[in-house]
T-cell receptor, first 118, second 112 residues
Framework: AQTVTQSQPEMSVQEAETVTLSCTYD???????LFWYKQPPSRQMILVIR??????QNATENRFSVNFQKAAKSFSLKISDSQLGDAAMYFC???????????????FGKGTTLSVSS | DGGITQSPKYLFRKEGQNVTLSCEQN?????MYWYRQDPGQGLRLIYY???????QKGDIAEGYSVSREKKESFPLTVTSAQKNPTAFYLC???????????FGPGTRLTVL
């Protein structure tokens, strides 16, 4: 079974600085998707970024980028120019690519709480 | 506006009661999911449905039941058999089986 591990329960960063959140996963599959979701105090889960395993290029969304190392099964999130609104819990998630119509759901890590100070 | 709605936002249940959490989406998504979130934990899958009238158990389905009679709706019933139901429940949907999941705002269930 696949597992996702986030080894940093809490991280902190100052405004305008850069922070990197770590995520490792375990799988025997060759094709899959990886995601970072953000959960602010409102508790709404918001998609931050998505990476397809077959793509070698790292995904980027504005100030958010990932470092995807497939061989190492590592998927870290880098937040540049941190803002107060980035303060939230961040979850790394894994999703298989189904071979049939049954489909698959997300497997989540336990999350990293990011605090941003001014 | 397209989106996913969950109701109620807060729900209180007495021990021994069944309660139903609502999840509706107007995104025309085929797939819908229910997750449970406990403090300090990631989300865990309860049930998911890829098409109408079909659903599969997730990792923690015991004590829960679902139905999928309409594409737009995927209600979750928390039965009295669920021993520790106090948690935050999130519903999600995706266009298809491989697409990104988008989440509703969640329901906080508390057992009194």
């Amino acid at each position: 079974a696949q597992t996702v591990t986030q080894s940093q329960p809490e991280m902190s960063v100052q405004e305008a600085e850069t922070v990197t959140l770590s995520c490792t996963y375990d799988t025997s599959e060759s094709d899959y998707y990886l995601f970072w979701y953000k959960q602010p105090p409102s508790r709404q889960m918001i998609l931050v970024i998505r990476q397809e395993a077959y793509k070698q290029q790292n995904a980027t969304e504005n100030r958010f980028s990932v470092n995807f190392q497939k061989a190492a099964k590592s998927f870290s999130l880098k937040i540049s120019d941190s803002q107060l609104g980035d303060a939230a819990m961040y979850f790394c998630a894994y999703r298989s690519v189904p071979f049939n119509q049954a489909g698959t759901a997300l497997i989540f890590g336990k999350g990293t709480t990011l605090s941003v100070s001014s | 506006d397209g989106g996913i709605t969950q109701s109620p936002k807060y729900l209180f249940r007495k021990e021994g009661q069944n309660v139903t959490l609502s999840c509706e989406q107007n995104l025309n998504h085929d797939a819908m999911y229910w997750y449970r979130q406990d403090p300090g934990q990631g989300l865990r899958l309860i049930y998911y449905s890829q098409i109408v009238n079909d659903f599969q158990k997730g990792d923690i389905a015991e004590g829960y039941s679902v139905s999928r009679e309409k594409k737009e709706s995927f209600p979750l019933t928390v039965t009295s058999a669920q021993k520790n139901p106090t948690a935050f429940y999130l519903c999600a949907s995706s266009i298809g089986r491989t697409d990104t999941q988008y989440f509703g705002p969640g329901t906080r269930l508390t057992v009194l």
